[in-house]
């Protein structure tokens, strides 16, 4: 109705200038009409409530308190030296070296898997069925083509990820 928004009708309601009844603001007040008038006068510039006796004037940003905020400091301190201990430690890897080392590497290793992979295996399998050999000769013979994939990879991601000594 007067062009104002949510926020500044829940600050007003906040310091007492806006009564409620059943949840709602009290339209029949007359503080409510005052409120209505002024700011639908073309001069009304200010949505934010004059600070109330029961908030003290260092309160800080919206009325919040110093304990608030000093409150808020602590726990991202907290944070940033749990998130330095971390990394110190070895729990927390950066992320370039996590798209450097891993990602990159998987990446690589996916590709080549599927392409260079299949190929090998094929090429390996081929004469061992045509020869006659056993389902578990030609598991053995596909796990160690595998394994020739793996074993590079794995190494790249540990060289990757330890921890500079």
Do not use: C
């Amino acid at each position: 109705m007067v062009g104002v928004s949510r926020q500044a009708i829940s600050w007003q309601i906040k310091a007492g200038k806006l009564p409620v009844s059943k949840g709602k603001v009290d339209t029949d007040n007359p503080a409510v009409a005052e409120y209505i008038a002024v700011k639908s006068a073309p001069t009304a510039i200010v949505d934010r409530p004059e600070p109330s006796s029961s908030v003290a004037e260092d309160d800080g940003i919206n009325g919040m308190s110093k304990h608030y905020w000093d409150t808020r400091r602590a726990a991202a301190d907290a944070r940033y030296k749990e998130l330095k201990n971390a990394t110190e430690e070895g729990r927390l890897v950066a992320r370039e070296v996590m798209i450097r080392g891993v990602w990159n590497p998987l990446e690589t290793f996916l590709v080549r898997i599927l392409t260079d992979g299949a190929k090998t295996v094929a090429a390996t399998i081929h004469p061992l069925v045509l020869a006659g050999a056993t389902k578990e000769e030609t598991e053995i013979s596909i796990r160690k083509e595998l394994e020739s994939f793996v074993k590079p990879l794995k190494d790249r991601i540990k060289r990757a990820v330890k921890p500079d000594v």
